[in-house]
């Protein structure tokens, strides 16, 4: 886990979990041109405070390209024709719905990419252990050994080349060589398996009382961040009862009304999107401000 955000990272676990699905509901759900390009500027000022690879920044760029071309070519749904391909109109509630769509998607993915790169296995144990600590191991167990065998098979892929075996151009060469690789590779998940299962029984798993060991404490920052997200996500959710928030897209472009509570739910949920980034530079000030002080 290496990241930069240094504040949200070290808060309670389940706090900034809170945060990430409510952010990732609350946009799917709302699906509002304003929800989403709040989400998407807030998911990669983000993804930016978190060190984010410029790889990564490329292909969620990709796939936003790819989603905002493909719908207004293949959905023939609205009222506003703008232009025509052969007799298939190209309309603009299709060109906005797109637009946002593929807004929506860059954002899910720059935040799933943030909570990946401040999530470790020790929290993915401390937030599953309470529903279902066999599940939670597995999925500990999992997560550090796809990396594992990445490495592994790269490793036996440079034997292979050291030795003199080459892929080769043509296909079934390919073939031949991936099967190789692969049937090394197996060969070594099963051993590691083993001696794993090993390790574990010598250590007496499930052969007495299991016990919990939790390094994350609920610090008083961690009582105000979630108190701040749970009456932001009040101050979203609330207004909906008694007014549209959702935008709608087909047949025609209906903006929502807005009034007084339409602007208090996309108020807090700007706040709600903003918040940790808001806590993170704070404390980054509040750092650099002690740090001229000595």
Known sequence: MVTDMIWFVSCNPFVTLIYFLAVTALSAVYNNPLHTALTLVSAVV???LCGGRKKAAFGFFMIFLLTFI??????????TPLIFIGSDPITLEA????LNSASLIAAILFLFYCFTDMTNSEKLMYMLSPFSASFALTVSAVLRFFP???R????ISEQQTAAGVQGGGSIPEKLRYGGRIFSALSTWALENGIVTADAMACRG???GRRSFYFAYGFKKSDGVFLSLELLLIAGVVLPSFFTTCTYNYYPDLVFPTVNVL?????????LLVFLPIIFE????IKWKYLQSKI
């Open 46 to 48: 983000m993804f930016i």
């Open 70 to 79: 493909v719908n207004p070519i293949i959905s023939k749904k609205g009222a």
């Open 95 to 98: 060109i906005v719905y797109g």
């Open 148 to 150: 594992l065998y990445v």
């Open 152 to 155: 592994q098979a790269e490793q």
């Open 205 to 207: 798993y499930g052969t």
């Open 262 to 270: 339409f602007i208090t739910s996309v108020a807090c949920y700007a």
């Open 281 to 284: 530079i704070t404390d980054r």
